[in-house]
């Protein structure tokens, strides 16, 4: 199998079973979901679980989003926590996933539009320093605990 047939498959993998997908990089992304905004609301979060060896992820581009930004959660000096952009990246190393989890590291997606439903399946490309570009598919779902 090609390599372009490879990435094709690990996406299909990604789509289908919503586990974690090797595209072949030796990078597996995991848990995979972006949270279902309230009506009217154009922001979302999105979270995942990237495995792997070495490597940066140095950004996120999504189609369905007019812009789509790693942030960090920072709580400040006077107690408001506040989402900072991540300006380098997030560091994947082996044997210590890089969690994307509510109130740490996260994907914010702006200027949504209805795309992001609850239920959709949003193809997200994550870019990596060294793996290049990885797509998998985020469903839309709300969070725990929300009617």
Do not use: C, K, N
Not at 21 to 48: E, F
Not at 76 to 100: H, Q
Not at 111 to 139: K, N, Y
Request: hydrophobic content about 50%; glycine content about 16%; charged content about 15%.
């Amino acid at each position: 199998m090609t390599g372009g047939g490879l990435r094709a498959a690990a996406v299909l993998v990604s789509w289908t079973l919503g586990a974690a997908a090797d595209d072949g990089t030796g990078i597996a992304v995991g848990d995979a979901w972006i949270a279902a905004p309230p009506p009217g609301v154009d922001v979302a979060a999105g979270y995942a679980t990237v495995t792997g060896g070495a490597d940066r992820l140095i950004s996120v581009t999504a189609d369905f989003a007019a812009a789509a930004e790693l942030h960090l959660t920072v709580a400040g000096d006077d107690g408001i926590v506040r989402m900072r952009p991540v300006g380098d990246g997030l560091a994947v190393t082996a044997g210590d996933p890089l969690v994307l989890a509510p109130g740490g590291p996260h994907i914010m997606f702006t200027g949504l539009g209805q795309s992001a439903a609850d239920g959709a399946r949003l193809a997200v490309t994550l870019v990596f320093e060294r793996a290049g570009e990885v797509e998998v598919a985020f469903p839309v779902r709300r969070r725990a605990g929300e009617p």
